[in-house]
């Protein structure tokens, strides 16, 4: 339903980012090079971390003690110190100490990930992942989060401490750019425990993918009146409230789920007691059809935004409803599974 025009126009930079690359071309080239570098790593939803694809740097912290250490040993050397010395190895042994277990501290994890739930657009993407661990020691300071685009190497952490012999699981949020089927951004893993002066990370791709359902309005205007059936001359409208007009007094018998709660709320308001039931008779006499034609908005978001709105509207009230989009026609039926395929479509759209 996307023009060629508008497919292209997605496709090509923006003249902001354009600029922006020539602006900061050293920004510029190191985001290229890191998302060259995270295209090699294979797409899983289950990663065990090896030597193969941990890595390990020195933080500013741990860059400023090496120069300290070659300070000292300067120092050291040339007025022949040997508490200066005792002092630089001393100092010297501990970093070194402390980058194997920096290492070790992340190698060995296995990182789970399960499948995120669909979403509207402007909402966060939730992404559950578990970190096990078979271990006989607990790590400490794990951090997970999703790498940025805008700004390559920088990504907002969740930190937990993962138990001997156990799992953990934290919660990472994406916002996720626009509706449709997206793949999961990359995300990081690390640490800087025992001592901060060594950074150890890896490069996990996701493969599970995630779908992002159309934005839903704040202040929707009412349901679209329903369309009588073939055969039938009955015809039934929506009240601005969202219930049918097709509705009796309450019978003894009637199941719960058939009382028009609204109504009733407003009689009880008005200090009757009286209840009153949709009809089954009238609402056979008529079908409520969602169609991407009559929705009254202008652009194509606009519209989908709507009926997704809708959707949601029928659904909680219970009603049979059907939709109909250019090309797709989903028959009236009600429930989650009739909710999730008139969504989805929306969404694919």
Known sequence: MTSASERSRESQPSQASVASSWRHPVRHLRGRVQRWFHSRAPRTDTLTLTQRNVYILPTRAGWMLGLTLLLLLVGSINYQLNLGYLLTFLLAGSAVVGMHVCHSNLRGLTLHLAAPAPVHAG????????LASERSRPRYGI???VIADSRPGDAHLAWTDVPARGSAVLQVTWAAPRRGQHELPPLTALTLFPLGTFRVWTVWR???QVLVYPATETHPPPLPPGEPQAGSSGSARVQSTGE???VR????GDPQKTVVWKKAAQ???AGRDDLVSRDALSTQRQQLWLDFAHTGASDLEARLSRLATWVLMADRLGLDYGLRLPGRELPPDQGPTHRARCLEALALA
Request: charged share 20%; net charge positive.
């Open 143 to 145: 951090g997970l989060g």
């Open 244 to 246: 049918f007009d097709g």
């Open 267 to 269: 009689a009880f308001a």
């Open 206 to 208: 996701p493969a599970a």
């Open 249 to 252: 007094a309450y019978r003894r």
């Open 123 to 130: 909402q966060a993407v939730a992404l559950d992942i578990r």
